[in-house]
């Protein structure tokens, strides 16, 4: 880093390539925050032991009370983070709530913080949850505190139903957001009330929606359980038109998990079905289908020299450009989809567990290989958690892909397909597994071999099962990227806030939002808390053992004959 700085003063190297060989640096080295926590201010309970005669729920201990808070307790089921300031933080949870969390409570993202909302929305019928949250994060001089008098909450009829899908803020202007749910509707809140503005019932159940970051056009593109792509337009409060291509209705298309807009061009939109399709619309004609990816098309349907703009197609049918009506892109379910910030190339995921990069001038795919570590069967869409570096942050074809990859979060090069940074969960050995809205259980993350008496194995096949809901539990399948100083379809080139050098969350099925931070340049010994209790204690562990080794060879009697 100094031998850039002396390069830069020097001028040696331009301002442009010293900021994006920086932030390179950045978006390589990101890691684990386990000090950053969010807590939604649910109570933790736990049921009594095995052998307990007690049937009634006690609350957890002190110490066990740091590992056992939630954003969510039944689950994390979507992330939002505004582009403009990289400020507000919205969550969905599988319980149907919605909550909205300020990322500049704390004025030092380096020390250990627990955040808690600023608003929540209940669920729908359901008064507004209490948060009995009064905690202070450590080394930060606020406290924050909720009461369920609070005026952010909603009365009993305005929230969702069922569990939340999909969460975005509305492209140009952060004070309003949108909500998909399996209760079949879209909403749109203001982020300032936290109050609902419009709901729109679609009558099938919605897996994803988007809307365009640069149309003067308000459509909303909503990925249903139909094999239509439904577009609702927030000014008239109403579904205006449907998207649909022959041989959809009546055929194996089923359900839409995937939409995104073209970044460039206000009228493009790509959608990915279960039949491994991804079609590309236009929105303007009335047969809106104007091309179907093939993964079997490495050349695309024009040669390069004499290409459109990119996210342009040419006139004619499907048939005299060359393309195939039975053009798939994944064999599988495709249920992550997005496009550069500038507008040159589209990613799709499917359930082949396969990533493909595609030309969107062309449609060619690049035959990108990602290898075989890629793993996606979640059944619901992806969102916008699979999503690509902004442009400008990295040197040009050196853009990273961030990808959710079940249990872990890979950072990947977009056009090679290597792993940059492989992120795996944070959690304590002792993980708390909800069981039901009694209480929760409370399991060793460990396995252990032996013989075992006929009630040891029965509790041991318990303990196994439990560890296997606790892998379904750490799954992460939504990521956000935390920039600021979006506009049009960037999504924030400037790395992280104003009290942050860039940031990444991660929403997990245990309930728990994670933060994952790029590491700075300073001491390895400022990166290390030597005060508290588990330095501590390892420190003594090593020390005990190099002792024990030491008394071992020391102790022992040596005779020479």
Not at 199 to 211: E, Q
Request: hydrophobic share 35%.
């Amino acid at each position: 880093m100094n031998q850039l700085l002396f390069d830069r003063s020097t001028g040696s190297v331009p301002t442009g390539l010293f900021v994006r060989l920086h932030t390179t640096k950045l978006l390589y080295s990101f890691r684990p925050a386990p000090g950053v926590r969010f807590d939604g201010g649910e109570r933790a309970v736990a049921t009594p032991g095995a052998g307990s005669s007690s049937s009634s729920s006690r609350q957890i201990s002190d110490e066990d009370a740091s590992f056992s808070i939630w954003a969510h307790q039944a689950g994390v089921n979507a992330l939002a983070l505004e582009r403009f300031d990289g400020r507000i933080l919205i969550s969905g949870g599988s319980d149907a709530t919605i909550k909205i969390w300020d990322l500049e409570q704390c004025t030092n993202p380096n020390s250990p913080y627990t955040y808690v909302p600023v608003s929540s929305i209940a669920r729908a019928g359901q008064p507004p949850q209490p948060l009995s949250v009064n905690r202070r994060g450590t080394g930060s001089g606020l406290t924050a505190r909720s009461t369920s008098s609070s005026a952010a909450s909603l009365d009993k009829a305005a929230g969702h139903r069922f569990g939340i899908t999909h969460l975005s803020f509305y492209p140009f202007d952060s004070d309003a957001f949108l909500s998909c749910s399996y209760d079949q509707t879209l909403k749109l809140w203001s982020t300032r009330t936290a109050r609902v503005s419009g709901t729109f019932d679609l009558s099938a159940k919605v897996y994803t929606h988007a809307i365009s970051p640069i149309a003067s056009h308000l459509l909303v593109a909503c990925g249903t359980q139909h094999p239509a792509v439904r577009l609702v337009d927030l000014r008239s409060s109403a579904a205006v038109q449907s998207l649909i291509s022959p041989g959809q209705i009546g055929g194996s298309a089923g359900a839409n998990l995937a939409v995104a807009w073209s970044p460039i061009h206000e009228h493009v939109l790509a959608s990915g079905s279960v039949d491994g399709a991804v079609r590309i619309w236009d929105i303007r004609k009335s047969n809106g289908l104007i091309g179907l990816l093939d993964q079997e098309d490495s050349l695309g349907i024009l040669h390069p020299g004499r290409a459109p703009p990119p996210g342009t197609f040419p006139e004619g049918t499907l048939q005299a450009r060359g393309i195939r009506q039975s053009a798939r892109a994944h064999n599988g379910p495709v249920n992550g989809l997005t496009w550069t910030d500038d507008g040159e190339y589209i990613i799709s995921a499917g359930h082949d567990r396969k990533i493909r990069v595609w030309s969107s001038a062309t449609g060619a795919n690049t035959l990108a290989n990602f290898g075989p570590t890629i793993r996606n069967s979640h059944i619901g869409s992806l969102g916008s958690s699979m999503f690509v570096s902004p442009t400008g942050l990295t040197p040009v074809k050196k853009e990273v892909l961030v990808f959710p990859n079940e249990t872990e979060i890979l950072i990947m090069d977009l056009h090679e397909g290597t792993v940059i940074t492989r992120m795996r969960g944070m959690g304590p050995s002792m993980a708390a597994i909800r069981a039901g809205r009694s209480g929760e259980r409370t399991v060793k993350n460990r396995l252990t071999s032996g013989e075992f008496h006929p009630l040891e194995r029965a509790h041991y096949h318990f303990t196994l099962t439990c560890l296997v809901q606790l892998a379904i539990s750490l799954t992460c399948f939504q990521v956000v990227w935390r920039g600021a100083g979006g506009f049009a379809g960037s999504s924030g080139v400037v790395m992280g806030g104003r009290n942050s050098a860039g940031a990444l969350y991660s929403g997990h099925l245990d309930g728990q939002i994670r933060a994952w931070m790029p590491r700075l340049d300073g001491s390895d010994n400022e990166d290390e808390d030597d005060t508290s209790q588990d330095a501590i204690d390892g420190r003594a562990k090593k020390r005990k053992v190099l002792d024990d080794a030491f008394k071992s060879l020391m102790g022992r009697q040596i005779t020479f004959s």
